[in-house]
């Protein structure tokens, strides 16, 4: 007898389901599912009493986490913002959409500007978001899902770009904003140290951005540690 296949069924927590939120707010019922994903999916409910919130330079730049837009109105009452500028990318999830909206619907410029937490800092994205800093209508708040990593990159890039030092960057990637240094997200750290190894004193932090940073050899010098990085990637589920 020749084998015979048996059907195979795959169990029901296995099988494709479809997103919960398509990424609009335009269909009837939409809202409700954008504020389900943002609470329950992106984490947001975390992040109602934890703000993450920080001055970067005090009456022109903060940080915080992805904002509720209630949380933004607040803020953009209290410090006079004009600009967000979203450090995650533009995402299909209800925190993305919401927070889309309310910067809209406030008045608030909305600039999209994707870096990673976990890889080298790229080259282009640096010299893209200097760009980018350079016209920017102040004051402005960044974010990022969890205030900690990629918001401590580009604050640290913004007290760079203002003239700071690299010992006060690397303030920006701290424990009190939830950045683990020995994880996988330690490689934002490298980064500032070693353009104060290599060139700080020497030669302008973007020149050497531009001309000498090499982020593959930043790669393969950079060793995380297993144990901080497994909290941080799966106890945590840091993004």
């Not at 020749?2 to 335009?26: M, S």
């Not at 992040?47 to 949380?71: D, E, M, Q, S």
């Not at 980064?191 to 790669?219: I, K, N, Q, S, T």
């Amino acid at each position: 007898m020749g084998h015979i296949r048996r059907p195979f069924f795959l169990p029901p927590c296995a099988r494709k389901q479809p997103a919960l939120f398509d990424g609009t707010l335009a269909a009837p019922g939409s809202r409700r599912r954008a504020w389900i994903d943002s609470l329950f999916v992106d984490h947001a409910v975390f992040r109602l009493p934890w703000t993450n919130f920080a001055a970067v330079i005090p009456g022109k730049v903060y940080r915080c986490n992805h904002p509720t837009p209630r949380r933004l109105a607040a803020a953009t009452r209290r410090y006079g913002l004009r600009t967000l500028v979203n450090l995650r990318g533009h995402r299909r999830c209800g925190s993305d959409a919401l927070s889309r909206e309310a910067a809209s619907r406030i008045g608030l410029t909305h600039l999209d500007m994707a870096f990673e937490s976990r890889g080298a800092p790229h080259r282009d994205r640096i010299l893209r978001f200097a760009a980018m800093y350079a016209t920017l209508d102040f004051p402005m708040l960044m974010h990022c899902k969890s205030g900690a990593d990629r918001a401590g990159l580009a604050s640290g890039l913004v007290i760079l770009f203002e003239g700071g030092t690299a010992e006060q960057a690397l303030r920006q990637l701290s424990w009190r904003f939830g950045h683990f240094n020995r994880s996988r997200t330690g490689i934002l750290d490298a980064f500032f140290l070693r353009y104060r190894h290599e060139a700080e004193g020497r030669l302008p932090f973007l020149d050497w951005v531009r001309d000498e940073y090499d982020e593959a050899r930043l790669r393969r010098d950079f060793v995380a540690g297993r144990l901080a990085s497994f909290i941080n990637d799966q106890v945590l589920r840091r993004e």
